[in-house]
DNA sequence: GACCCCATGTAATTAGTTACATGATTCG
DNA sequence: CGAATCATGTAACTAATTACATGGGGTC
């Protein structure tokens, strides 16, 4: 998936991986933090399918920089990518739902504290990013992410809740 | 993540591949569906890992079943993982969130197209799942997953709302 | 006869992530 | 002097997924 972001961010403005990687993190609000390696290696995987091609720029003082472009195969992938609607069931692969689920079934009490811990950290969180939110000059794009992912903690601390309820209640077996 | 769902079935009670897969994909509601050959994947590696074993048990006609239980070691890796909250940053690594924000900054026109079939989609979606939910006999467990699915979507129309708002309002960039 | 269920496995591919290696500049 | 920033890359590891291979039994 970070394939496509990166090449939506390389249709906007050719970029060189160093570049790319700051605003990838500036458009994710720092959701997503990247290891800079990450983009060097997805980027050649791209230039060897042919979606990206480099143009290196010398410079004196620093390393030479290898600024990439989409190639047409790479904007009719990107294009077909963006137009095409996340198919299919959604799908349940989030640790948290498991990981309570299956402590719920194992052991009901420990399952308790879990959910207390994890409240904590779903508050810290939204704390945190309601704070980025917050900051001056954050890109709409950016603004709008942020929401979503507030939107999706508040569904989650209400599962929690629900959670919780149900365990009281006779446990989840 | 698999790894230890697998551990947790197993925990409940030993089990081969095959039937596992079964209560697996029972357990979630049908909301992870797996190849088979991720579970035996899966647990040649667990089996490796030393966290768990296997009894060979010969039937007649079919062919013979490898009967896996936990290690003691199995066991131990199990409730570490089950007792740890999921920490750190909330990340954002969900398609959905990422293409409408790529198309909404490409093409505000084609976001707001895939908006509503993707809206279309998440209605058939908490369609079915609702129709699961309510399905006679559904193990609690399950239901709790469903439930936390079913708040996400929600949670995911609204967005998708406030996405539509934002793009006809001037747009995302 | 075709297709699904039972039952197992190996090999390969794709993605994300980390570790390791290199080296100059700038700022406190 | 040390840390952060700039700039690139290779290699390895983990996890999920798919493709391929095998073969008996039951049902329509």
Known sequence: MLKYLLLALLA?????GYELKNAFEELLGGTW???????YNTL?????DGLIEPTVVHQELLPDRK????T????????????????????????????????????????????????DQYLDATAEIARTRA??????AT???LDGLLLRLEADLRWLDDCEVQLRNGGIR
Chains 1, 2 share one sequence.
């Open 33 to 39: 933090v990247l290891n800079v390696a990450q983009v």
């Open 44 to 48: 050649s995987r791209l230039e060897d």
């Open 72 to 119: 047409l195969l790479g904007r009719k992938e990107l294009t077909r990518w963006m137009e095409e609607p996340v198919a299919g069931l959604v799908r349940l692969r989030e640790e948290v739902f498991l990981k309570v689920v299956a402590q719920g079934i194992a052991n009901p009490d420990a399952a308790l504290a879990l959910i207390a811990l994890q409240r």
């Open 67 to 70: 600024v990439y472009s989409l």
């Open 135 to 140: 900051a001056p000059g954050l890109p709409p």
């Open 143 to 145: 603004g709008l992410l």
């Open 12 to 16: 906007r403005s050719p970029q060189h």
